[in-house]
T-cell receptor
Framework: LAKTTQPISMDSYEGQEVNITCSHN???????ITWYQQFPSQGPRFIIQ???TKVTNEVASLFIPADRKSSTLSLPRVSLSDTAVYYC?????????????FGQGTTLQVKP | GAVVSQHPSWVICKSGTSVKIECRSL??????MFWYRQFPKQSLMLMAT?????????EQGVEKDKFLINHASLTLSTLTVTSAHPEDSSFYIC??????????FGSGTRLTVV
């Protein structure tokens, strides 16, 4: 499983766009990149998943450069309720082990 | 979408007693479930993989005799913390994987051992 590196914490203000970058230099050909969000005392919640280029859904965008050694989660116009820990995970969607190994995550603090 | 229900959401128990945490897949069958624990300000740590009808696979360093996992049906996995001690106090989270919805997590169980 590819190791990921994210900033430990980030601060932002309401209404701003937030970009969280994740490094995964050892990503394998079959690996996908998935981001989860976790609020205190809750289980993680799926945000977005991608393999290459750009993926967008109703809550976020995921930008993946051609070499796939990094990815950027973009949250448009954050609100106070976006304060949470964000995890970047890299792995095969249909791997035999099926295990999800979490890295340290990025704690995003949105201020008024 | 796929929903995983976890109960109880919090539990307080006395040192030396056992506590059971349930994890149910509500609208899908989960042949494999995963159990994590999370200490304050830390990331999730995978404890074990629970397979329906067979023994669980534990991660290195996790005591299988202390954390008993039973996956007797396609919709239910249980984690029993036996002879709990204060150091077992943590946030326990289960997860299941589906082909259609990827990984879905339960809401977690806050265990406090006093």
């Amino acid at each position: 499983l590819a190791k990921t590196t994210q900033p430990i914490s980030m601060d932002s203000y309401e209404g701003q766009e937030v970009n969280i970058t994740c490094s995964h230099n050892n990503i394998a050909t079959n690996d996908y990149i998935t981001w989860y969000q976790q609020f205190p005392s809750q289980g993680p919640r799926f945000i977005i998943q991608g393999y290459k280029t750009k993926v967008t859904n109703e809550v976020a965008s995921l930008f993946i450069p051609a070499d796939r050694k990094s990815s950027t989660l973009s949250l448009p116009r954050v609100s106070l309720s976006d304060t949470a820990v964000y995890y970047c995970l890299v792995g095969e969607v249909e791997s035999n082990t099926g295990k999800l190994i979490f890295g340290q995550g990025t704690t995003l603090q949105v201020k008024p | 979408g796929a929903v995983v229900s976890q109960h109880p959401s919090w539990v307080i128990c006395k040192s030396g007693t056992s506590v059971k945490i349930e994890c149910r897949s509500l609208d899908f069958q989960a042949t494999t479930m995963f159990w994590y624990r999370q200490f304050p300000k830390q990331s999730l740590m995978l404890m074990a993989t629970s397979n329906e009808g067979s023994k669980a696979t534990y991660e290195q360093g996790v005591e299988k005799d202390k954390f008993l996992i039973n996956h007797a049906s396609l919709t239910l996995s249980t984690l029993t913390v036996t002879s709990a001690h204060p150091e077992d106090s943590s946030f326990y989270i289960c997860s299941a994987r589906t082909k259609s919805y990827g990984y879905t997590f339960g809401s977690g169980t806050r265990l406090t051992v006093v």
